[in-house]
Structures are given as structure tokens and as C-alpha cells.
């Protein structure tokens, strides 16, 4: 009968790893210090995405995130695959889960069969986006740019139901709240559409740190609750906004510069 031991491993990065003929990898955590978007390939196929920032190996006083937990979305390695993570040069990937220790001749269960040949259609990707405002430019009240705009092919999905992160940087005097807001738009709709007088619409970005941290906020923000759900061929833009009614001014020789981060559920139809 098959034995379970705890999974807690860290690979370096972009070295090819194979699974033993009587092993499989049941993957629930995931974290990195990479600070590019990584991949983690299985089987040589793309399944999930992480970033130092928003699945770090440990959890810190400076990132309170820990590793990210997959939930239904988690990884499985069978016997005699490949695993490799391709991500910043120098870095590593933490795996957290269940190792399986099976028995000679013995079947791996058919639920982690099925898993294993969803993985890749069906797995937690990382999006980013930056703004740059011009070096010295000064960023009047009340406008807005994009960070952001993702349009995902026919027959692909985001699900934005998970942490995001925003963050507004090289403004002279700093960033205080209630001056920046980040704001959602499918299709060139806002979603938030109704609002009163004088309360501007979109996500104070101090409320988005990016990351949680004992410096900042210690609660990440995440739009479980709230899912943005992008189909084919439709148009996410994610815009910030100076909302502080007075005109802001990067320091001398830089550029205000406004970054997004999330993690999002990647489907791809077949």
C-alpha cells in the first residue's frame, strides 16, 4: 500500500529534475525567490506561475504572504516525469505538499492521473504591468493611465480571485492614502460605475501593498469575494489614478511609476 510522507523540497531553478518510477510529487504550496515571473514546467508543459512577491519560500516581517497554497489548483508529478522551473537566473522554487511512496506495480489514484492531465490547462499565472509618467513630469490631479490591459485569446480565461498588489513609486513627499486609486475596466467599463459626490471611484493603492509587509500592511488584498472573471477575447485595463487634488511631482531626475501585480486562475479551453 502506498505511503505518504511530508513534501518540503527546494530545486534550484532551470535544472531539470525526474521523478523515481515509484514516486509522486502532490504539490499544495509553492513558493520562490525569483523575482521575475516563474514557470514551473511538468512534463515538460507550463503550469503554475509564481513571483518572489506574491508566493515568497517563507513568510517574513517583510512579505507576509508565505508560500502560495494552490487549493484545487495544485500541482502533481508522476513517476518518471520531468520538473523544472524556469525562473530568474540564481533562484530556487519551494514545494510544499504530500510525497507518495508507492509499492512496486502499484497504480498511482486515478484522481491524481486526472489532475496531473489537467495541470496544464487549468493552473494559478502571475500578471504584471507597469506605468512610467516621463522623467520629471509632473502627474496633474484626476488623471489616469493604464497599468495594465490583458486580452487573453479565444479560448482562454483569467479568473482574478486571488492576491493583488499595486504600488506608486518615486513621488517627492511619498505616497499618502487616500491620493492614488487603482481602478478596473473590462471592455473600457469601469466596475465600479456608481459612486457619490466628491468619492472617487477605484482601490486606495496603500491597501494593495505590494507586498504585505510590517512596514506597509499587513493584510494582503484579494478579490476572493469579488472575482473579475476576463473571457476570450475581452479586454482587461487596469488604470491608477492621482485622485489627491493637488498636482504630484516625481523627485528630481526620475519618473513617477505606478506597478500591478495579481495572481489569477489561467484556463484554456479544449
Known amino acids: 500500500m502506498a505511503k505518504a510522507v511530508p513534501l518540503d523540497k527546494v530545486l534550484l531553478a532551470n535544472v531539470e529534475y525526474q521523478t523515481e518510477k515509484r514516486e509522486v510529487l502532490i504539490i499544495?504550496?509553492?513558493?520562490?525567490?525569483?523575482?521575475?515571473?516563474?514557470?514551473?514546467?511538468?512534463?515538460?508543459?507550463?503550469?503554475?506561475q509564481v513571483h518572489a512577491l506574491i508566493a515568497p519560500m517563507y513568510k517574513t516581517t517583510s512579505n507576509f504572504l508565505g508560500p502560495m497554497d494552490l487549493g484545487a489548483l495544485y500541482n502533481v508529478v508522476l513517476p518518471e516525469q520531468k520538473i523544472i522551473f524556469e525562473g530568474a537566473s540564481g533562484s530556487k522554487v519551494r514545494l510544499i505538499g504530500t510525497k507518495i511512496q508507492l509499492e512496486p506495480a502499484e497504480a498511482v489514484e486515478a484522481g491524481l492521473v486526472a489532475r496531473?492531465?489537467?495541470?496544464?490547462?487549468?493552473?494559478?499565472?502571475?500578471?504584471?504591468g507597469t506605468?512610467?509618467?516621463?522623467?520629471?513630469?509632473?502627474?496633474?490631479?484626476?488623471?489616469?493611465?493604464?497599468?495594465?490591459?490583458?486580452?487573453?485569446?479565444?479560448?482562454?480565461?483569467?479568473?482574478?480571485?486571488?492576491?493583488?498588489?499595486?504600488?506608486?513609486?518615486?513621488?517627492?513627499?511619498?505616497?499618502?492614502p487616500g491620493e492614488w486609486y487603482v481602478r478596473f475596466y473590462v471592455e473600457n467599463a469601469p466596475l465600479e460605475h456608481?459612486?457619490?459626490?466628491?468619492?472617487?471611484?477605484?482601490?486606495?493603492v496603500l491597501s494593495l501593498p505590494r507586498p504585505p509587509a510590517e512596514a506597509t500592511e499587513l493584510v494582503a488584498f484579494s478579490l476572493a469575494d469579488f472575482p473579475i472573471i476576463l473571457l476570450g477575447d475581452k479586454t482587461l485595463s487596469v488604470r491608477i489614478a492621482n485622485v489627491s487634488g493637488v498636482t504630484k511631482s516625481p523627485p528630481a531626475g526620475a519618473s513617477i511609476t505606478a506597478t500591478f501585480t495579481a495572481a489569477a486562475r489561467f484556463i484554456v479551453k479544449t
Open 28 to 48: 499544495k504550496k509553492i513558493g520562490t525567490n525569483s523575482t521575475t515571473i516563474g514557470t514551473l514546467k511538468i512534463d515538460r508543459k507550463p503550469t503554475t
Open 116 to 128: 496531473a492531465d489537467a495541470q496544464h490547462k487549468d493552473y494559478v499565472t502571475v500578471v504584471e
Open 131 to 176: 506605468y512610467t509618467h516621463g522623467v520629471d513630469a509632473t502627474w496633474a490631479s484626476d488623471v489616469e493611465r493604464e497599468i495594465l490591459a490583458l486580452t487573453p485569446k479565444t479560448t482562454q480565461e483569467y479568473h482574478f480571485n486571488g492576491v493583488v498588489m499595486a504600488s506608486v513609486a518615486n513621488v517627492s513627499g511619498g505616497v499618502a
Open 194 to 204: 456608481v459612486y457619490g459626490a466628491y468619492i472617487k471611484h477605484g482601490l486606495d
